[in-house]
């Protein structure tokens, strides 16, 4: 931040949970400096609940509505009837996927009359099953085998690159899906595409270049975004090589939930 201070940018977006205080300190020492961070509402986070930023767009991402889609998905397709989520650290950009997954299930199971079990999240204590990092390739494989042993067919990490170990292991024993999360896995790990039924997007490019032109044109404002699914700025990945493991049915009541969801009769999280 401060080698870019010393540049003169115009705009210095950071990315990331872990950047908040960072950017926070950046932003209250240089007023007439403009910044975006994503993945971080300041009001979350108690130290800077009482602060605002005029100087500061945050950019936020409800991706429970869309890890809601993922969790009806997954609860459709599994043989087992088990599936299951971790995550990287319980920090509330990763724990709110792992609620809407659940409650995706839950819904699932409510709607036809089914009994899929969630392994590695329970939203209503907030507790589960963590890498403990963002990292590790070798511990997002030991866990993905853990849940494979326990049942679980098709599994959702949300853990950055920790994910991808997890894809591995699931790609090698066969039999099982993972869910990829912020891009499209079919996308960004295409080597794992077979195994990858779908993933929770956050559509982080539209808001950025927004902001972006915010600033060229002159009409920058600090404050909230928050992308959802009515905005566009969440939502799940196309079906790509597995469409037809996808039924549908379920594909037909994924629109119809999206609107419910917009309309805020379903409930997505705690």
Known sequence: INAFLEEGCDLIITVGFLM???????????????????DVD?????????????????LTYQTDEAAFLAGYVAASVTQTGT?????????PTVTIFMDGFVYGVEYYNAQNGTDVNVLGWDPATQTGSFAGNFESLDDGR????????EGA?????????????????VQERGNAY??????????????YADVTLTSVLKNMDAS?????????NGTFEGGL????????????????????????DVKAALAGITAGIVAGDIQVAP
């Open 153 to 169: 067919d098709v599994i959702m990490p949300v853990a950055g690159p920790v994910g991808l170990g997890t894809a591995a292991a």
């Open 20 to 38: 908040d205080g960072a950017t926070q300190a950046a932003a209250t020492a240089n007023p007439d400096q403009l910044f975006g961070i994503v």
């Open 178 to 191: 993972v869910i990829g999360v912020d891009a499209d896995f079919y996308e960004t790990a295409n080597e």
């Open 42 to 58: 300041f009001v979350n986070f108690d130290d800077f609940s009482d602060i605002t930023f005029d100087n500061v767009k945050e």
């Open 208 to 216: 950025v270049y927004d902001l972006i032109e915010a600033v060229v």
């Open 142 to 149: 030991t866990l993905g085998e853990s849940f494979m042993d």
């Open 83 to 91: 599936v299951a989520t971790f995550g990287g650290l319980q920090f």
């Open 225 to 248: 975004y928050v992308g959802t699914l009515e905005n566009g700025g969440v939502g799940i990945a196309p079906f790509h090589d597995l469409d037809s493991v996808v039924s549908d």
